[in-house]
């Protein structure tokens, strides 16, 4: 995303320092014209940042944009071997920024180029205000379309009921919580955080996005992924590390990673500062 261009390297460096050992990232980026935006992060391979590992994928807001071209691109650029599923896709109904049957569309047309190249999917799934009208075609989508597949995926930042998430459980998905754990209003996903197995979650930022309590209305950053953990921990009564361990385990057997060297390295406390 254009807001790490100012300092992009800075960023990967503290998440580093504040224990990130592995990033995938999403190449979702602007859309169409930028869709190996990821693989070009995951290219890097510098010391002292974390490994990074890409996804290639048309966003639901980016839907209308797509073009056969595009997805002929996808389907080259998903052959990468940093690239480890294909996402974000899905449906959004709530900021509908392409028409749902758009959205619709370009969701089933990724599932049949994913499923040619045999990667699991990241689905980004948002319904409209005081409704459930996103979860139950998304989940009837992947039950019907994507569940045969025997691929999985995983529903990242995860906003929905316990039932939502049990039905993909059931589909054979990780559910992945990102910052917005932390928010005062968002028990449904406390709920979750607490209740699901343990090793059946990620964790992760959604950066640029929904940074964590207390940098909440900042610019998020992978770093920030650490109160994620901080905050799972407290509502399971667990230590920090230990969730950090047990996600980050989650994430290498998932997609079949490497273990890395420092893997169950205890990582430093969160910074506590005022709430923003
Ligand atoms: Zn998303």
Not at 160 to 169: C, F, Y
Request: aromatic fraction near 8%; glycine fraction near 8%.
């Amino acid at each position: 995303m254009p807001q790490f261009d100012g300092d992009r390297d800075a960023v990967l460096a503290r998440a580093h320092e504040a224990g990130v050992e592995t990033v995938v990232a999403i190449g979702s980026g602007t859309g169409p014209g930028s869709l190996d935006c990821a693989i070009q992060l995951a290219n890097r391979e510098r010391a002292g940042e974390p490994r990074i590992y890409a996804t290639v994928g048309i966003h639901p807001h980016e839907a209308k944009l797509a073009t056969d071209a595009d997805f002929d691109e996808l389907s080259t650029l998903a052959r990468n071997p940093k690239v480890i599923a294909w996402g974000e896709i899905g449906l959004d109904y709530f900021y509908n920024h392409s028409p749902r049957q758009v959205q619709r569309a370009v969701f089933l047309k990724q599932l049949d180029l994913a499923r040619a190249v045999r990667l699991p999917v990241v689905i980004h799934c948002r319904p409209s205000a005081d409704s459930q009208n996103a979860w139950d075609e998304c989940l009837a989508i992947l039950a019907e379309q994507w569940a045969p597949s025997g691929l999985g995926g995983v529903l990242h930042c995860f906003t929905g009921l316990m039932e939502h998430a049990r039905r993909a459980l059931d589909l054979g998905f990780m559910i992945s919580f990102a910052g917005n754990v932390t928010f005062p209003k968002a028990q449904n996903i406390r709920d979750a955080a607490r209740e699901l197995p343990l090793d059946r979650i990620f964790i992760e930022t959604d950066s640029p996005f929904l940074a964590p309590i207390p940098h909440r209305g900042k610019r998020n950053e992978p770093a920030f992924v650490a109160e994620v953990a901080h905050q799972i921990a407290e509502l399971r009564g667990l230590a920090a590390e230990e969730v950090a361990f047990q996600t980050a385990q989650n994430v290498y057997r998932f997609f079949n990673l490497p273990p890395t060297s420092n893997a169950g390295t205890p990582i430093p406390a969160p910074s506590r500062g005022a709430a923003g």
